[in-house]
């Protein structure tokens, strides 16, 4: 049986978390001040309505805490393996350009940064999934800091990540 190396990728910051309680909470706060305003408002509306828009926020926090939930990337003798919640990307070894990989810094090296979200989250202190880059090129993101970001080229454009141990999962990439 193949040995699959596991790698922790940096947890978002206090702002992404912070942001995501507030668009939560934001759907009940507004139906209380709403109510608080004006209650004969509520008076034609079911009561399974008010139960909606009062879940929704605690429902949002759960499944943002779930995506957030040890997000990893695995590393094995045929693919790689980024693992976000419930999303499951994969790419076969022979793709990636292991050369080529390194660690960057992005305030230093602007090509680099993510300008336009294609397809994913773009919050303070968290960038998860295609973005387009600087550059023009489009590249896989899963960004919590801008120093010591890897940057992996592959076949299908390059990939960046914030991990907790980023020059270990160099190493793994490069040794095998």
Known sequence: MATVK???????GPAAN??????????????????????AAFEAVPAWALVMIILFGPVLIGFGLLHARNPRIELDAVHLTLRLGLIRTRWRRADLQVQQARLLDLDGERDWQPRWKLFGAALPGLQSGLFRLRNGRNARVYLTARQAVVLLPTQRG?????????RDFLAALQSA
């Open 18 to 39: 912070l942001l995501l309680i507030a668009a939560a909470l934001l759907p009940a706060l507004v139906t209380a001040a709403v109510w608080a305003g004006d209650p």
């Open 158 to 166: 390059p990939i960046l990540l914030s991990l907790v141990r980023p």
């Open 6 to 12: 596991s790698f922790e990728l940096a947890p978002p």
